[in-house]
């Protein structure tokens, strides 16, 4: 069973916005870090933004500062991660994943578990 689910991707025009949610089932992960990040096509997975485990340390990668905001609600069991003046460069498969521990981190190679990816796309 994949303990975390990403939705809210599609399609979307340059300048608009999306909200991502990322739902963990199965276990709880209130006392984890969690992150996103972003795969596009021929590219390696990167660090979008990440969270710790009580919502007071946040973490984006330069290119989305300003127009991302990652949020968490913990009575949810959820992440979510809004979107705001997409710009095509922005289309990627977008996964949610989580820490063991409760501190942020941008490599994903610090993070246990991963959801399926929510597909995200920019047009011009």
């Known amino acids: 069973q994949v303990p975390l689910v990403e939705s809210g991707g599609g399609l979307v025009q340059a300048g608009g916005s999306l909200r991502l949610s990322c739902a963990a089932s199965g276990r709880t992960f209130r006392t984890n870090a969690m992150g996103w990040f972003r795969q596009a096509p021929g590219k390696e997975r990167g660090f979008v933004a990440a969270?710790?485990?009580?919502?007071?340390?946040?973490s984006y990668v330069d290119s989305v500062k300003g127009r991302f905001t990652i949020s968490r609600d913990n009575a949810k069991n959820t992440v979510y991660l809004q979107m705001n003046s997409l710009k095509p460069e922005d289309t990627a498969i977008y996964y949610c994943?989580?820490?063991?521990?409760?501190?942020?981190?941008?490599?994903?190679?610090?993070?246990?578990?991963w959801g399926q990816g929510t597909q995200v796309t920019v047009s011009s």
């Open positions: 969270i710790n485990y009580n919502d007071r340390s946040t």
């Open positions: 994943a989580a820490r063991l521990s409760s501190t942020i981190t941008t490599n994903p190679n610090e993070y246990t578990y």
